[in-house]
């Protein structure tokens, strides 16, 4: 059925799209929506995202407060289509509304609903195609000029502490944390307690150790003793990516800046990867002068 | 303080705090003797929750208040009050606990001021929570469970199969025990139409309870959402509940206890029957007439099935009924139709009808005779006739000492079984 289904919508794109291929700088195919919706559900906590397009792939970005910004990479491989006439694509999209285009038939796992997206350049709205059984939807959604996004200058080689996790056991501390804390203070060290997720809360202090030597724990290096607050509201957004996490890679740079790495399988096997940067507050230091 | 809770008593543990977390704001924290005491009371101070953890349950548990002593009275043993949620953020999913905690490690410090807990997690995870508390004196209830006459004692299930019947809007249910009969019912105390839209009643038999002494016939009336919390608490401890109890405005006692492990006592407030309330309960009562035959029914079924006591547990699902009653005036004619025959069938001379009425409570309790049950109707009659029905009270007593500050004291009046040794 599913393969009929493919011929189906195949002969109707091939139709439908012969002479306006050429046109579309970017087209691109995909035989389950879901695969791209998933992902775009663990740094959805903003309206407006911006999407990139280059030959590798997509990537799209959500920012906020100028603290926070969450990418998604949906690499070329996961679409079964993929044309671009141009170096690269850039524009701004409304992320609600691409979200509940891509789920129109309904998101849960037994339907499987076939995609084609098109953009021609600037100004033109982003063109989706989602058919399933036979029925088919257009969608036609306006992009909007691309916003400038932040440069968090996060280099591999600035990284003093990193961790790989499985995403069981941060999915776990993060669903815990208490919200009644205005941060959350990530403690990285070689020594004990390793790897500590501390909150301060109305209602007392928390603290969530893992141990490097954790079964859960699959790569551990710690240079030197690191321990940053983050605003956890700027944080809680990716909780959501935690959720559908398989692995986690929390890095932090000499700076304090924070990059949380997840790995997302999606239902093709395929991995694709959520990142989220996030600033540190300055407000650590304030209160160790004070106290 | 210092104690550890081995992984097989953490779920416990953390069930309980549960239950607390749906009675009270405030858990009261004290660390006695033989064993560790979790208190509550609610707000209107109508319920009040006690565990006491016994030492048995504890790898290791040393209380560090005895320390001193006068007259070998253990003296400032320090006590303190939590507030629910922060313990709930300790013990905030069941599942995960149950899963994966391995030991808890409980510390209070009052010198640091903090009160720790510790739980050890696979995989080498450790959650510190350190909470903070205010300290407190100690809150008792004022109960002596030993010398109320009615006590029942079941299978949580029996009464968990009761309670999923009503209705979750449901506020308050009556418990009306007879020496042959249990009744549950759903109580409602306002005149609204959509309160009395449906009315939920089931019946039990005597030979479902492990122990059933009724030494007078009584209703009480009492928050079907304390009971729930009970009973949500009794499915994880999986061992017989206990309830003794008087009459309408005595409290009301819930017992759950494993010899040298743990006991649970809550106790519930129950709404005072006032004159006004029992007639209007016979009034309810005489235009159910026909509950009368269910019961019959149920015996009838139970003789059946008298050898296996969780059948009749299940049958008497069978016997739950709900009666639309729209609006007392219509219902009337048809009530005192019913009433009638049924005083017919019970009422030996109408003298006993008018005494009933001005004494009933006492009454029933002197004799506790089978016989209530036609005099019931008798008073229901006789209130039928009068064609105004006399404003409800709805008073629920209060069975705790006037707290002088809010912060701090509540003053501890009971002989309480929770301090025997």
């Known amino acids: ?291 | 303080m210092k104690c550890i809770l081995p992984a097989v008593n953490v779920k416990l543990f953390a069930k309980a705090i549960h239950c607390l977390a749906k009675i009270g704001l405030e858990i009261y924290f004290e660390p006695l003797e033989n064993g560790l005491a979790l208190k509550t009371v609610n707000l209107s101070r109508s319920a009040y929750v006690c565990f006491l953890f016994m030492r048995s349950m504890f790898h290791v548990y040393e209380h560090g208040c005895g320390d001193v002593t006068v007259n070998g009275d253990a003296v400032d043993t320090f006590k303190c009050k939590v507030a629910v949620k922060t313990m709930l953020q300790v013990f905030k999913s069941l599942s995960s606990i149950e899963r994966s905690v391995e030991s808890c490690d409980i510390n209070l410090d009052e010198e640091e001021c903090s009160l720790v807990f510790q739980l050890k997690c696979r995989h080498g995870i450790t959650k510190t929570h350190q909470l903070t508390f205010q300290e407190c004196d100690s809150i008792q209830a004022v109960f002596a469970k030993d010398l109320l006459p009615n006590i029942l004692k079941c299978e949580h299930k029996l009464l968990s199969d009761v309670v999923v019947n009503f209705s979750p809007s449901l506020e308050e249910i009556s418990l009306c025990v007879t020496p042959c009969r249990v009744n549950m019912k759903s109580y409602t105390d306002s005149d609204d139409e959509a309160s009395l839209t449906m009315r939920t009643e089931m019946s039990l038999n005597p030979e479902e309870f492990a122990d059933f002494q009724i030494g007078v016939d009584t209703d009480v009336t009492f928050s079907l959402k304390d009971l729930r919390a009970i009973l949500a608490f009794c499915d994880v401890a999986c061992i017989p509940i206990q309830l003794f109890f008087e009459g309408g405005g005595k409290p009301l006692i819930f017992t759950v206890e494993q010899e040298n492990y743990f006991r649970a006592n809550f106790v519930l407030a129950t709404i005072a029957n006032d004159e006004f309330s029992s007639q209007r309960e016979n009034n309810v009562m005489s235009n159910t007439a026909f509950k009368t035959k269910m019961v019959n029914g149920s015996k009838n079924l139970q003789g059946k099935k008298s050898t296996t006591k969780s059948v009749g547990a299940r049958y008497s699902r069978t016997k739950q009924s709900s009666i639309n009653q729209q609006k007392t005036s219509s219902v009337l004619p048809n009530g005192s139709s019913k009433s009638t025959e049924m005083s017919n069938h019970g009422r030996t001379s109408p003298l006993n009808e008018i005494v009933e009425d001005t004494t009933r409570n006492n009454g029933g309790h002197a004799d506790g005779s089978p016989e209530i049950p036609d005099q019931n109707f008798a008073v229901g009659q006789d209130h039928i006739s009068s064609p105004v029905e006399p404003e409800y009270r709805d008073m629920r007593e209060v069975f705790f000492a006037p707290c002088q500050n809010d912060d701090h004291t509540i003053v501890v009046l009971a002989p309480d079984s929770d301090e025997e040794s």
Not at chain 1, 195 to 200: A, H, M, P, Q, V
Request: charged fraction near 20%.
């Open chain 1, 1 to 291: 059925m599913d393969k009929t289904n493919k011929l189906f919508f195949g002969t109707n794109m091939v139709l439908l799209t012969q002479n306006e291929e050429e046109r579309y700088a970017f087209n691109a195919n995909m035989n389950n929506a879901r695969n791209l919706s998933h992902i775009l559900k663990a740094i959805h906590f903003k309206d407006t995202a911006t999407v990139f397009v280059t030959e590798n792939g997509m990537k799209v970005t959500v920012e906020d407060a100028k603290c926070i910004q969450a990418n998604a990479f949906i690499q070329a491989q996961v679409f079964q289509d993929y044309i671009i006439r141009e170096d690269s694509i850039t524009f701004c999209i409304n992320l609600d509304i691409l979200q509940e285009c891509l789920s129109i038939f309904g998101s849960n796992p037994p339907s499987v609903t076939a995609m084609r997206m098109m953009y021609n350049g600037y100004g033109t709205p982003l063109v989706i195609t989602l058919e399933e059984d036979g029925a088919v939807t257009g969608c036609s959604i306006k992009t909007q000029e691309p916003d400038q996004t932040l440069d968090f200058e996060f280099s591999a080689a600035n990284v003093i502490n990193k961790v790989i996790m499985k995403a069981e056991c941060l999915k776990e501390a993060f669903n815990e944390l208490d919200v009644t804390s205005e941060v959350l203070q990530i403690t990285m060290s070689p020594d004990h307690p390793f790897f500590r997720l501390s909150t301060f809360g109305t209602l007392g202090q928390s603290h969530h150790d893992i141990p490097n030597t954790s079964d859960m724990v699959e790569f551990f290096e710690c240079n030197q003793t690191q321990s940053n607050r983050y605003r956890l509201s700027l944080l809680k957004p990716s909780v959501k990516a935690v959720n559908l996490a398989t692995k986690v890679c929390v890095r932090m740079d000499h700076r304090g800046f924070l990059s949380l790495q997840y790995m997302i399988k999606n239902e093709n096997g395929q991995i694709c990867f959520v990142e989220y940067y996030c600033c540190p507050d300055e407000e650590l230091e304030n209160n160790d002068n004070q106290f």
